[in-house]
C-alpha cells in the first residue's frame, strides 16, 4: 500500500500498514481520498523529534475522523517508533485518534505503546530532512509555511477487496 504525500517542499512516500493497522490505514485513505488534507498545513515542527500534520484548522487542536469523531488505537507489537520516518496518529490519549498523524525524524521508542504506527516513509527523506530544516517560533510552529498539498493514492489493498469500516469500533464490512 503506498501513498504519496505532495508537499511545499517535495515529495514523501509512504507505505501504510494496511494489515496490521486496517482502521486507521481506512481512515487515512478515505480522508486523503476526499481531499480533506488537501493544503493542510504541518504545524508542530520540532527538530531531532517530528512533524505534525493533518489537521484543517492549521491550529493543532482540530480534525475529525471519517467517523466524525475519535477511534481507537491500533497497537501492533511489530510497528515501532524504530527510526526515521515512521508515520503514526497524533492523539491527546488513549483511543483519540481523528486526522492529524506526524512523521519521525528519529528513533523514538519511548512513544511505542502510545501511539498508532501505521506507515513509513520509502521515498523521500531528502524531503524529510527539508522540513526539519525549517525555523520554527518558539512554540515549534514553522516561520515559513509547510503545506500538505494533495495526497496520490497509489494502491488501496482495502478498497480492492470492498472492505468497509462503517462505524468506528464496529467490525469491518465486506461489499459486494
Same mark, same amino acid.
Given at each position: 500500500?503506498?501513498?504519496?504525500?505532495?508537499?511545499?517542499?517535495?515529495?514523501?512516500?509512504?507505505?501504510?500498514?494496511?494489515?496490521?493497522?486496517?482502521?486507521?490505514?481506512?481512515?487515512?485513505?478515505?480522508?486523503?481520498?476526499?481531499?480533506?488534507?488537501?493544503?493542510?498545513?504541518?504545524?508542530?515542527?520540532?527538530?531531532?523529534?517530528?512533524?505534525?500534520?493533518?489537521?484543517?484548522?492549521?491550529?493543532?487542536?482540530? &480534525?475529525?475522523? +471519517?467517523? @466524525?469523531?475519535?477511534?481507537? #488505537?491500533?497497537?501492533?507489537?511489530?510497528?515501532?517508533? %524504530? $527510526?526515521?520516518?515512521?508515520?503514526?496518529?497524533?492523539?491527546?490519549?488513549?483511543?483519540?485518534?481523528?486526522?492529524?498523524?506526524?512523521?519521525?525524524?528519529?528513533?523514538?521508542?519511548?512513544?511505542?505503546?502510545?501511539?498508532?504506527?501505521? &506507515?513509513?516513509? +520509502?521515498? @523521500?527523506?531528502?524531503?524529510? #530532512?527539508?522540513?526539519?530544516?525549517?525555523?520554527?517560533? %518558539? $512554540?515549534?510552529?514553522?516561520?515559513?509555511?509547510?503545506?500538505?498539498?494533495?495526497?496520490?493514492?497509489?494502491?488501496?489493498?482495502?478498497?480492492?477487496?470492498?472492505?468497509?469500516?462503517?462505524?468506528?469500533?464496529?467490525?469491518?464490512?465486506?461489499?459486494?
Amino acid at each position: 500500500m503506498a501513498v504519496t504525500l505532495h508537499t511545499s517542499l517535495g515529495d514523501l512516500k509512504l507505505e501504510l500498514y494496511c494489515d496490521t493497522t486496517p482502521r486507521t490505514s481506512y481512515n487515512f485513505l478515505a480522508l486523503a481520498a476526499s481531499n480533506y488534507y488537501d493544503n493542510t498545513l504541518f504545524h508542530r515542527n520540532i527538530k531531532g523529534f517530528m512533524v505534525q500534520g493533518g489537521d484543517p484548522t492549521g491550529t493543532g487542536k482540530g &480534525g475529525e475522523s +471519517i467517523w @466524525g469523531g475519535k477511534f481507537q #488505537d491500533e497497537l501492533h507489537p511489530d510497528n515501532k517508533h %524504530s $527510526k526515521r520516518g515512521i508515520v503514526s496518529m497524533a492523539n491527546s490519549g488513549p483511543n483519540t485518534n481523528a486526522s492529524q498523524f506526524f512523521i519521525t525524524y528519529a528513533k523514538h521508542a519511548h512513544l511505542d505503546g502510545a501511539y498508532t504506527v501505521f &506507515g513509513r516513509v +520509502i521515498d @523521500g527523506l531528502d524531503t524529510l #530532512d527539508a522540513m526539519e530544516r525549517v525555523p520554527v517560533d %518558539s $512554540k515549534h510552529r514553522p516561520s515559513t509555511s509547510i503545506t500538505l498539498e494533495r495526497i496520490t493514492i497509489h494502491a488501496n489493498p482495502i478498497a480492492d477487496q470492498m472492505v468497509v469500516y462503517s462505524t468506528p469500533t464496529g467490525p469491518p464490512e465486506h461489499q459486494t
